[in-house]
């Protein structure tokens, strides 16, 4: 088993920056891959960034590319998400997860962090 803990939402204005993270416990987090999702109010949950479990592979969804980074530091056991030139769209909860089975597909996620970009 494995447990993430999110944190590092809150409500910032648009243009501004926030910094994701995310904790694991239990099983081995540098062993699987990681990825960061994200569900606003009435819609389905999106993929936002993916990263492979040595950090050299990096996947991110369209509407946030050049403006989001996923890293992660395994010694550590945790994960981020750089979020820079934040806007309004962006608002949702934000959550991590680990053990990836198929594209899209994770096993381990964590409870979740609110993100709001006022406009």
């Known amino acids: 088993q494995m447990q993430l803990v999110e944190s590092g939402g809150g409500l910032v204005q648009a243009g501004g920056s926030l910094r994701l993270s995310c904790a694991a416990s239990g099983r081995t987090f540098g062993l699987y891959s990681m990825a960061w999702f994200r569900q606003a109010p009435g819609k389905e949950r999106e993929f936002v960034a993916e990263?492979?479990?040595?950090?050299?592979?990096?996947d991110y969804t369209d509407s946030v590319k050049g403006r989001f980074t996923i890293s992660r530091d395994n010694a550590r056991n945790a994960g981020y998400l750089q979020m820079n030139n934040l806007k309004a769209e962006d608002t949702a909860v934000y959550y991590c997860?680990?053990?990836?089975?198929?594209?899209?597909?994770?096993?381990?996620w964590g409870q979740g962090t609110q993100v709001t970009v006022s406009s």
């Open positions: 990263i492979s479990r040595s950090g050299d592979s990096t």
């Open positions: 997860a680990s053990h990836q089975r198929a594209r899209y597909e994770y096993t381990y």
